[in-house]
Nanobody, 127 residues
Framework: DVQLQASGGGLVQAGGSLRLSCAAS????????IGWFRQAPGKEREGVSN????????YYADSVKGRFTISSDNAKNTVNLQMNSLKPEDTAVYYC????????????????????WGKGTQVTVSS
């Protein structure tokens, strides 16, 4: 079974940092694209960043460029999201998701393009 487990959320002040991790299992890690998405109360789920594991190619939403960095640890089947300079508007439940590279929608962050989803982790940024 495909499993995605997100962790690392918490409460942080504006300007602070958090590191989220997505532990993946049940599939060939290198054959997949892993993405991070978030959903704030009353808002639609939106894409934050994704990475094609085999080529180590990242993609970011404009709202997080220069502040967030996605990376993969192939030895641990984990994708990390380093979030710096956090803003109150980054407050949301963050989810990781996966899709095989042959089905992936490259250059986009549409939630509909992902196949497998993990449970979220709450990120709260106070002002």
């Amino acid at each position: 079974d495909v499993q995605l487990q997100a962790s690392g959320g918490g409460l942080v002040q504006a300007g602070g940092s958090l590191r989220l991790s997505c532990a993946a299992s049940g599939f060939t890690f290198s054959d997949y694209m892993i993405g991070w998405f978030r959903q704030a109360p009353g808002k639609e789920r939106e894409g934050v960043s994704n990475i094609l594991i085999s080529d180590n190619i990242p993609y970011y939403a404009d709202s997080v460029k220069g502040r967030f960095t996605i990376s993969s640890d192939n030895a641990k089947n984990t994708v990390n999201l380093q979030m710096n300079s956090l803003k109150p508007e980054d407050t949301a439940v963050y989810y990781c998701a996966a899709v095989d590279r042959y089905s992936a929608w490259y250059g986009s962050l549409y939630p509909a393009g992902m196949r497998y989803w993990g449970k979220g982790t709450q990120v709260t940024v106070s002002s």
